[in-house]
C-alpha cells in the first residue's frame, strides 16, 4: 500500500535550520512528485513547494525562495525538505503529499502524517 | 499568485442538512479545482479532484461542481463524521497551488 512517513518532532532556535524526510513505499517513486504543505497552528495550509524525483527539479513558492530546499534519495525512496533561518512563525506541522502529476490532473491523493516543527528560543 | 476564496469561513448544521460550501479563483482555472477534507491532528484527506471526479472511497453524499472562477462542493446529507473543515486547492497553476483559508463545518 502506498505510504509516505516522514520523520519525527524537532525542536529548533531562530536562525537555525530544520530538515525533515519523507520515505516513499508502494508505488513507483519516480513516477510522482512530492510537495510540501505547511500548517501552522490554528492556520490553513501553505503550499510550499515540490520536488519531481525523475530528475530531482525543484519549484519553490516565492515566499520560501532562498531558504527552503528540497532533495531526494532514490536509493531509500527518501524526500527530504529543509528550512533554513527558522522563525518563530515557521512553527507549523509540516506534510509531505504525492502528486500523480503524469495523470494530466494534480491533486495529492497520499499524505504523509506531519512532522511538527516548533521554532523556539 | 492565484487566490482562492472560500465561503463561508464557518458554517453550522445538523445531520441531515444539504451543505454547500463555495470556492472562488481570482482567476480562470478552468476545471483545476481540488477539495479536501481535514480533521483535528490528521493530514488533509482528498475528497474530490479536477472539479467533480470523486476520490476512491469517498461516499457519494459529496459531490462538486463549477469551471473557470466558481466551483461548489456540496455536501447531500451531513453525517457525523463529516464535521470538519474543508479546503479547495487550485493546481491550474501546476506545479505551484494555492489553496483557499478552509471552511469549518461545525455541528449546530
Known amino acids: 500500500q502506498v505510504q509516505l512517513v516522514q520523520s519525527g518532532a524537532e525542536v529548533k532556535k531562530p536562525g537555525a535550520s530544520v530538515k525533515v524526510s519523507c520515505k516513499a513505499s508502494?508505488?513507483?517513486?519516480?513516477?510522482?512528485?512530492i510537495h510540501w504543505v505547511r500548517q501552522a497552528p490554528g492556520q490553513g495550509l501553505e503550499w510550499m513547494g515540490m520536488?519531481?524525483?525523475?530528475?530531482?527539479?525543484?519549484t519553490y513558492a516565492q515566499k520560501f525562495q532562498g531558504r527552503l530546499t528540497m532533495t531526494r534519495d532514490t536509493s531509500t525512496t527518501t524526500v527530504y525538505m529543509e528550512l533554513r533561518s527558522l522563525r518563530f512563525e515557521d512553527t507549523a506541522v509540516y506534510y509531505c503529499?504525492?502528486?500523480?502529476?503524469?495523470?494530466?490532473?494534480?491533486?495529492?491523493?497520499?499524505w504523509g502524517q506531519g512532522t511538527l516543527v516548533i521554532v523556539s528560543s | 499568485d492565484i487566490r482562492m476564496t472560500q465561503s463561508p469561513s464557518s458554517l453550522s448544521a445538523v445531520v441531515g442538512d444539504r451543505v454547500t460550501i463555495t470556492c472562488r479563483a481570482s482567476?480562470?482555472?478552468?476545471?483545476?479545482l481540488n477539495w479536501y477534507q481535514q480533521k483535528p491532528g490528521k493530514a488533509p484527506r482528498l475528497l474530490i479532484y479536477?472539479?467533480?471526479y470523486l476520490q476512491d472511497e469517498v461516499p457519494s453524499r459529496f459531490s462538486g461542481s463549477g469551471s473557470a472562477t466558481d466551483f461548489t462542493l456540496t455536501i447531500s446529507s451531513l453525517q457525523p463524521e463529516d464535521f470538519a473543515t474543508y479546503y479547495c486547492?487550485?493546481?491550474?497553476?501546476?506545479?505551484?497551488?494555492?489553496f483557499g483559508l478552509g471552511t469549518k463545518l461545525e455541528i449546530k
Open positions: 503529499a504525492r502528486d500523480p502529476y503524469g495523470s494530466g490532473w494534480y491533486f495529492f491523493d497520499y
Open positions: 508502494g508505488y513507483s517513486f519516480s513516477s510522482y512528485s
Open positions: 520536488i519531481n524525483p525523475r530528475g530531482g527539479s525543484t
Open positions: 482567476r480562470d482555472i478552468s476545471t483545476y
Open positions: 479536477a472539479t467533480s
Open positions: 486547492q487550485q493546481t491550474y497553476s501546476a506545479p505551484m497551488y494555492t
